[in-house]
């Protein structure tokens, strides 16, 4: 990989920076990313599903020329998954070596076993271990959805960028990576996480920035047609349902249409595509028996 992009030097920079990768923030988020690469915190993004939090990462790491080194993270998630092991069975076997050729050494022995050449390097390790004029961006995804003594392990991650690995010592990250986690709030997170990172909360976008967005990644979709999709994904966000669409559903409806050859919204062809918005039946069957008045509104 060629070396790294220098970090946006003010928030109309790091706008602009996102903009070229077609990501359209408000400002608020280009504040929140520019006081996290200029301050080296990491940033923690809360938000629905689907408002574009993952999708910052992978952009910022695409535009500022780092790797991105991605914990996705789930129920029972552990050290060893998330940071490093040992391993095992090469370890078994040095021993099984080291017995056949007799003379066994215990101590020089037990000293080589939890050496370098038999750490396992998981995510949280790899990108601490960056190059320091070009750290990686690491994205722990989804933290809430791990356990909570998980967060707790992070504490020294997030605070010192650093771990703590019993059998050799400390990990020391030689710069700070650029750190962004991201929850969907299906539980709290400890205010110890969120006081050692930088807060944003990613918001559905309004009309303006999501026609925007929907135009910079579908920029051959017709004029007319996409005003009407935002029109009416606004509206949806406004009923009560169990999961409004986010800006990812969007995308997905506008490309389903244009994949139809569709050109207008008709109450047939939207109740037939409203899996591309909708996740659940409840919410299907909700919006369906109001479709001929919503479908009339966008269109």
């Keep these: 990989m060629s070396d790294g992009a220098a970090l946006p030097a003010s928030i109309d920079a790091t706008a602009a920076l996102l903009a070229s990768a ?34 910052l990462a992978k952009v910022l790491a695409r535009t500022l020329g780092r790797d991105l080194v991605r914990l996705q993270c789930y129920e029972g998630l552990d050290v060893a998954s998330a940071v490093y092991e040992w391993n095992y069975a090469r370890q078994m076997v040095e021993i099984r070596l080291a017995e056949a050729a ?16 038999f750490l396992i390097r998981r995510p949280v ?9 070009r750290m990686p961006v690491l994205l722990i995804d989804e933290l809430d959805r791990a356990d909570e003594p998980f967060e707790a392990y992070l504490l020294e991650v997030l605070s010192d960028f650093q771990v703590t690995i019993p059998e050799t ?106 899996g591309a918005l909708l996740k659940y039946q409840d919410d299907v069957t909700r919006v369906k028996a109001q479709l001929a008045g919503l479908v009339g509104g966008a269109g």
């Design 169 to 274: 010592g400390t990990a020391r990250a030689a710069a700070p990576p650029i750190v962004v986690l991201t929850s969907n709030r299906t539980r709290e997170i400890h205010d110890a996480v969120k006081r050692r990172c930088l807060y944003h909360w990613v918001d559905y976008p309004d009309a303006v920035r999501e026609l925007a967005i929907l135009r910079r990644k579908l920029p051959d979709i017709d004029a007319a047609l996409s005003q009407r999709v935002v029109e009416f994904v606004q509206k949806l966000r406004g009923l009560d349902l169990f999961k409004p669409p986010g800006v990812a559903e969007t995308l997905d409806w506008a490309r389903a249409l244009v994949a139809l050859d569709q050109s207008v919204l008709d109450v047939a062809m939207v109740g037939d595509t409203l």
């Design 125 to 133: 390790l790899r990108a601490l271990e960056g190059e320091a004029d």
């Design 102 to 117: 007799g003379a066994v050494d215990r101590d020089a022995l037990a000293g080589d076993l939890f050496s370098e050449r």
């Design 22 to 55: 077609d990501y359209v923030a408000e400002r608020s988020l280009a504040t929140a990313v520019f006081l996290a690469l200029k301050l080296g915190r990491p940033l923690f993004l809360e938000g629905e599903a689907g408002v574009g939090k993952t999708e």
